[in-house]
């Protein structure tokens, strides 16, 4: 059987860089199950390798960073098949969201439907300034679900609803404006971009970086008194380790 999913993991001293392709290029990057399956797997698998500082998902080719989820399957769902075929992408979703480390989207080209629920449910979104977003499910006679409920919250109530009831294009300098992407590239600087972006995390403390993600998560999923309570729980925990210490007496040396 194929694999659509090509990881590549890069060492460096200051930790290690996962790159995640998607490389179904004939089908714009679009998620079949199988296709998901393996998505579930390599990032189950990443979440447990020692030494990941940071990981880049992204579409193969120069068209689609994920073209949502494959019409050609879904046509021939029944409710059981459709109910495990979108439990298994909110899967991905949880799994994105919740790795230990940051998961920084290269957003290349088309990111529709289920590929903006995915890039959604990543740390950040750096993307070419000719990429375009688009939640067209009703389309196809589908609602926008799972990890579509991140984009009230990102986008605002308003641009959310009008996106997914009219199926409407966004671009990337829109997408951009309502804070859904973070950096915008030219087409041939996308790389350079992401590199930016990736030593900017690798500069930082890698166990600090951990806390602070998971923080960033408990700040969205509860309310403002207990996330406040949880940052006191994560600023104690960060000295489990040597690493403040290590990182502050740096930094005074570097001052004297």
């Known amino acids: 059987m194929a694999s659509y999913v090509k990881t590549v993991i890069e060492e460096t001293p200051r930790g290690n860089i996962a790159r995640v392709t998607i490389d179904n290029q004939r089908k714009l990057n679009t998620l079949n199950s199988a296709v998901i399956a393996e998505l579930n797997e390599t990032f189950t ?5 020692p030494g990941i500082a940071v990981v880049i998902l992204t579409g193969a080719g120069e068209k689609s960073f994920i073209g949502g989820a494959d019409i050609n399957e879904m046509v021939g769902l029944n409710p059981d098949s459709a109910r495990t075929f979108i439990t298994n992408m909110h899967h991905l979703c949880h799994k994105v969201r919740y790795l230990q480390v940051p998961v920084i989207a290269r957003v290349n080209g088309y990111s529709l439907g289920a590929g903006m629920e995915l890039a959604a449910s990543c740390d950040m979104i750096i993307a070419r300034k000719s990429a375009t977003f ?7 006679g589908i609602p926008s679900v799972i990890d579509a409920a991140l984009l009230p919250r990102i986008l605002g109530v308003g641009l959310a609803r009008d996106l997914v ?4 294009t966004l671009s990337a300098e829109e997408a951009m404006s309502a804070g859904l992407v973070q950096r915008l590239t030219e087409i041939d600087t996308l790389d350079a971009g992401i590199d930016i972006a990736i030593d900017e995390i690798l500069a930082s403390g890698k166990e600090a970086i951990k806390i602070q993600k998971r923080l960033c998560n408990d700040w969205e ?3 403002l008194a207990a996330g406040i309570q949880l940052g006191i729980e994560a600023f104690a925990d960060s000295f489990e380790t040597d690493e403040p210490t290590t990182l502050m007496t740096e930094f005074i040396n570097r001052k004297r």
Do not use: Q
């Not at 698998?45 to 390798?49: F, I, K």
């Not at 009831?165 to 409407?168: D, F, H, K, P, Q």
């Open 134 to 140: 688009a939640m067209p499910e009703v389309r196809v």
């Open 221 to 223: 999923n509860n309310s």
């Open 45 to 49: 698998e990443l979440d447990a390798t």
């Open 165 to 168: 009831l009219t199926a409407r």
